[in-house]
């Protein structure tokens, strides 16, 4: 008998979802950038979460495989960058202290013209704003902002605020949600890692090539019983008898990740009420709007058919 050849650890890692934190350097576009670490892996798909501009340098979350599947959720981290802004005219520290606080919160974008997406009016919230240091008309700011904020369009509107005028001359994204530079390498750290591994020393690149779990650990975790676990990954929304354990509260309308007891990720969706408000067993969905990560076909039915007051599939069986 012929014996079984070696596993590849890497090419489990990826086949099992992956993903990479590249320091993307100022000068080719995030699709270039996803592209060379796409043939530099020799993987055949991959795609990043959170477009970076040429011009801009930073944290590139980019994803292999199966992790494709988890940009949605990336996108839902907030971004922080630093950056450098000059101003057309003199204002006092206070002022411009003032000001900047101003522009936290909810606020109207319209992408730039240079800009990779349609210019539409959106709104972005900006949870942070902060004067770090001046050097005459340059200051450098801190800015931690959802997905899809233009900092560009950001230093513009605070010229106008303070009546001087202002733009951006430098950019970077220092961190992706949980995800920051510190953990992001260049391109040629990934090669070299890559032809460690060729010539039989894995451990750099597994270290590189991060498990999809640090993406969703970091978002309220159900773990569903089979027969709730089978039913969801069918299409079904959440019943609160098909939860066996949370890994903490949660808030309505907040995203939540769905598993099965072996750890597997089944669906996200959002919270129909928090995890505080008093319920019956089985008094109505937990768990709306899903979003099915896994293949149906390993979950075979285990649920008893049972129709809701909207004719929808429940999930009746608590197994």
Same mark, same amino acid.
């Given at each position: 008998?012929?014996?079984?050849?070696?596993?590849?650890?890497?090419?489990?890692?990826?086949?099992?979802?992956?993903?990479?934190?590249?320091?993307?350097?100022?000068?080719?576009?995030?699709?270039?950038?996803?592209?060379?670490?796409? =043939?530099?892996?020799?993987?055949?798909?991959?795609?990043?979460?959170?477009?970076?501009?040429? !011009?801009?340098?930073?944290?590139?979350?980019?994803?292999?495989?199966?992790?494709?599947?988890?940009?949605?959720?990336?996108?839902?981290?907030?971004?922080?960058?630093?950056?450098?802004?000059?101003?057309?005219?003199?204002?006092?520290?206070?002022?411009?202290?003032?000001?900047?606080?101003?522009?936290?919160?909810?606020?109207?974008?319209?992408?730039?013209? #240079?800009?990779?997406?349609?210019?539409?009016?959106?709104?972005?919230?900006?949870?942070?704003?902060?004067?770090? /240091? #001046?050097?005459?008309?340059?200051?450098?700011?801190?800015?931690?902002?959802?997905?899809?904020?233009?900092?560009?369009?950001?230093?513009?509107?605070?010229?106008?605020?303070?009546?001087?005028?202002?733009?951006?001359?430098?950019?970077?994204?220092?961190?992706?949600?949980?995800?920051?530079?510190? =953990?992001?390498?260049?391109?040629? *750290?990934?090669?070299?890692?890559?032809?460690?591994?060729?010539?039989?020393?894995?451990? /750099?690149?597994?270290?590189?090539?991060?498990?999809?779990?640090?993406?969703?650990?970091?978002?309220?975790?159900?773990?569903?019983?089979?027969?709730? %676990?089978?039913?969801?990954?069918?299409? %079904?929304?959440?019943?609160?008898?098909?939860? %066996?354990?949370?890994?903490?509260?949660?808030?309505?309308? /907040?995203?939540?990740?769905?598993?099965?007891? !072996?750890?597997?990720?089944? %669906?996200?969706?959002?919270?129909?009420?928090?995890?505080?408000?008093?319920?019956? /067993?089985?008094?109505?969905?937990?768990?709306?709007?899903?979003?099915?990560? *896994? =293949?149906?076909? #390993?979950?075979?039915?285990?649920?008893? #058919?049972?129709?809701?007051?909207?004719?929808?599939?429940?999930? *009746?069986?608590?197994?």
């Amino acid at each position: 008998m012929t014996a079984a050849a070696p596993a590849d650890p890497v090419a489990e890692r990826i086949a099992s979802g992956a993903f990479v934190l590249v320091d993307k350097p100022r000068g080719p576009s995030s699709h270039q950038v996803t592209a060379w670490a796409r =043939d530099l892996l020799g993987v055949a798909a991959a795609g990043h979460a959170g477009t970076l501009d040429p !011009n801009v340098s930073g944290v590139l979350w980019v994803g292999l495989g199966p992790a494709l599947r988890l940009v949605p959720l990336v996108l839902e981290f907030p971004k922080t960058y630093v950056g450098i802004v000059v101003l057309h005219g003199g204002v006092p520290p206070a002022r411009l202290r003032e000001v900047l606080a101003e522009f936290v919160g909810p606020i109207y974008q319209t992408p730039p013209v #240079r800009s990779a997406v349609k210019r539409e009016r959106r709104v972005r919230t900006i949870h942070r704003a902060d004067l770090l /240091e #001046r050097d005459g008309p340059r200051v450098l700011v801190s800015v931690v902002a959802d997905s899809g904020t233009y900092v560009r369009t950001l230093a513009v509107d605070l010229g106008d605020a303070l009546g001087i005028g202002a733009h951006l001359e430098e950019l970077r994204r220092t961190a992706t949600g949980p995800f920051d530079e510190r =953990d992001a390498v260049p391109l040629s *750290a990934l090669a070299d890692a890559r032809s460690a591994s060729k010539a039989g020393d894995p451990a /750099e690149l597994l270290r590189l090539l991060h498990p999809v779990e640090e993406v969703w650990r970091e978002f309220p975790t159900l773990v569903l019983k089979d027969a709730a %676990a089978s039913a969801v990954a069918h299409g %079904a929304s959440l019943a609160p008898g098909g939860v %066996a354990t949370a890994s903490r509260t949660f808030a309505r309308g /907040e995203r939540v990740v769905l598993l099965s007891r !072996n750890r597997e990720l089944v %669906a996200t969706g959002i919270a129909l009420r928090s995890a505080t408000e008093p319920r019956g /067993e089985h008094a109505g969905w937990i768990v709306g709007s899903t979003k099915v990560f *896994a =293949d149906p076909r #390993r979950f075979p039915p285990l649920w008893k #058919r049972a129709t809701d007051r909207a004719g929808q599939a429940g999930v *009746a069986d608590d197994k």
